[in-house]
């Protein structure tokens, strides 16, 4: 079946320094989606890309979105400690119904 | 807030008992998506209800179950309950039954199960 992957599974990261974390896919996506979890909270939605190469930017977070529509990046700029979480990648099935997530890269942030 | 309601928000049970995790989607959306995540762990797709008919399935065992209602909110049974079952269970709600064309999902805040 399906599988999405995410790297890294951990992220620390020093206050007002860039990261980027990789998500791969099995297979190709209609669209990509990101969400970000809080610790303790819930998943929530942050973009979707769905045209091969796009790419968005959400003040100092960019996304892209792989040429092949396998592949996605978000690249977090200055970042901050407001950016602390688990951020998810997670593509449609093929039949365009479930959503199925990554493992999330974990991002902790040093003062 | 994503207009999801889960209840439960908390629950502490015992091995081998039956439990109900409950969920309201937000107004107007007809799929409702449960998801497992265990400690530190993604999320796990257990099951996908559109317009009360089942649309997608996953992982789920065959001790879990679940449906939804002509009112559109959903059920998720879960019994004969092992220590490994301990996990916090997403409610997710989106307009359709797909996730395409720029549709997404809306989770709830969860349902932290602890099985002892």
């Known amino acids: 079946g399906q599988q999405v992957m995410q790297i890294p599974q951990y992220q620390h990261v020093q206050e007002g320094e860039d990261f980027t974390t990789y998500c791969n896919s099995s297979?190709?996506?209609?669209?990509i989606q990101w969400y970000k979890q809080r610790p303790g909270g819930h998943p929530v939605f942050l973009i979707q890309?769905?045209?091969?190469?796009e790419v968005k930017k959400q003040k100092r977070l960019t996304f892209q979105f792989g040429e092949a529509k396998k592949n996605s990046s978000l690249h977090i700029t200055a970042t901050q400690t407001t950016d602390v979480g688990t951020y998810f990648c997670a593509g449609p099935g093929a039949a365009g119904n479930k959503l199925t997530f990554g493992g999330g890269t974990r991002v902790l942030v040093k003062p | 807030d994503s207009g999801v309601t889960q209840t439960p928000k908390h629950l502490i049970t015992a091995t081998g008992q039956r439990v109900t995790l409950r969920c309201s989607p937000r107004?107007?959306?007809?799929?409702v998506y449960w998801y497992q995540q265990s400690l530190d762990q993604g999320l796990q797709f257990l099951i996908q209800?559109?317009?009360?008919?089942?649309?997608a399935k996953g992982n789920i065992l065959e001790r879990f179950s679940a449906q939804q209602f002509p009112d559109l909110h959903s059920e998720l049974n879960l019994s004969s309950l092992e220590l490994g079952d301990s996990a916090l269970y997403f409610c997710?709600?989106?307009?359709?039954?797909?996730?395409?064309?720029?549709?997404?999902?809306?989770f709830g805040e969860g349902s932290w199960l602890t099985v002892v």
């Open positions: 997710a709600s989106s307009p359709s039954g797909t996730i395409v064309g720029g549709n997404t999902i809306y």
């Open positions: 209800y559109y317009n009360g008919e089942e649309r």
């Open positions: 297979t190709t996506l209609s669209n």
């Open positions: 107004s107007g959306d007809l799929s």
């Open positions: 890309l769905v045209k091969s190469g």
